[in-house]
């Protein structure tokens, strides 16, 4: 079976361990989302990027086999791979427990496949980006959850391996499809994936995401909540990613995922940073007023 079997599966993997965690904060209402996991919540775009909360990311500990991916939840030879390779050809796929041949279509580079060996199925949050996010803190089989989300699909999404490798772990501060008439779904998709695992945003991904979204129609977007292990409640916030913070510069940068200080920054071949111009200034205090901060 396709999506429907699969979706109830995760759904029920994803509320396994609900009745044991009873007493504990829920993350989407922390997150500000108003809605309890496993509800509906729809918002126009450039209101859930602001809802986004925001905190440096958790950059040590990640390892791929942390999240146990490509598994066949329901038992039918197809693992989530396969899964997605048959739901999303434009025509009938052909092979059962192996895809062979299909119609694929490409939305990050606007290529056609008929074979599925040039696809990858991208998590477009990467598994190391939801580490970074929030996944750290989730037990064995809220990741497991996560790399095999057959419950919304915009989660994983075949695109030419080509592109994915391209993209590899990177946020859209950073790595953006080549398709330009696609920024602003792959935003919103971002965004939506984002919100259905509780996940945060580092004040540079979520300042690229506003900025993409000032050029869109601003669309709503429906999100049904996951069940995960909420972050710690001082780990996020979300404060407009544009208001500076952390210390002067050249005192220890509390929001920046890379370097304590920005001396640590300067060494390793970064900074200056400018205002207006880097989304890492906002990373640290601007103490002679300057606009420009790790400049020395």
């Not at 739901?87 to 990050?108: I, L, N, P, Q």
């Not at 929030?134 to 497991?144: L, N, P, T």
């Amino acid at each position: 079976m396709l999506r429907p079997l699969a979706t109830l599966l995760a759904v029920i993997l994803l509320c396994s361990s609900c009745a044991a965690e009873v007493s504990e904060p829920d993350a989407a209402v922390q997150a500000g989302y108003g809605a309890d996991s496993g509800e509906k919540v729809t918002l126009p775009l450039t209101e859930a990027i602001a809802k986004l909360p925001v905190a440096p990311e958790v950059s040590s500990g990640y390892e791929r086999e942390k999240f146990n991916h490509w598994v066949d939840a329901d038992g039918d030879c197809q693992d989530a791979r396969a899964e997605v390779l048959l739901e999303e050809s434009r025509k009938k796929a052909r092979g059962r427990c192996e895809v062979t041949r299909g119609d694929w279509f490409s939305a990050y580079d606007d290529v056609t496949l008929k074979r599925p060996g040039g696809l990858d199925i991208d998590h477009m949050v990467a598994l190391k980006e939801g580490w970074e996010s929030g996944a750290h803190a989730w037990s064995d089989e809220e990741r497991e959850a996560y790399a095999n989300d057959l419950g919304d699909p915009r989660a994983l999404i075949a695109v030419t391996a080509a592109t994915n490798r391209s993209k590899g772990d990177q946020d859209p501060a950073d790595w953006m499809p080549d398709a330009a008439a696609y920024h602003c779904r792959y935003a919103a998709d971002w965004v939506a994936v984002k919100i259905r695992w509780s996940l945060f945003a580092d004040r540079a991904e979520k300042a690229a995401l506003e900025d993409i979204a000032s050029g869109c129609d601003n669309p709503e977007i429906t999100v049904r909540l996951a069940q995960v292990n909420p972050p710690p409640s001082d780990a996020a916030s979300s404060e407009p990613s544009g208001e500076p913070s952390g210390e002067p510069s050249g005192e220890p940068g509390r929001d920046d995922p890379r370097f304590d200080t920005c001396a640590k920054a300067i060494t390793e071949g970064y900074g200056p940073y400018r205002k207006g111009r880097d989304p890492e200034y906002d990373w640290y205090r601007d103490g002679d007023k300057d606009g420009s901060v790790c400049d020395s």
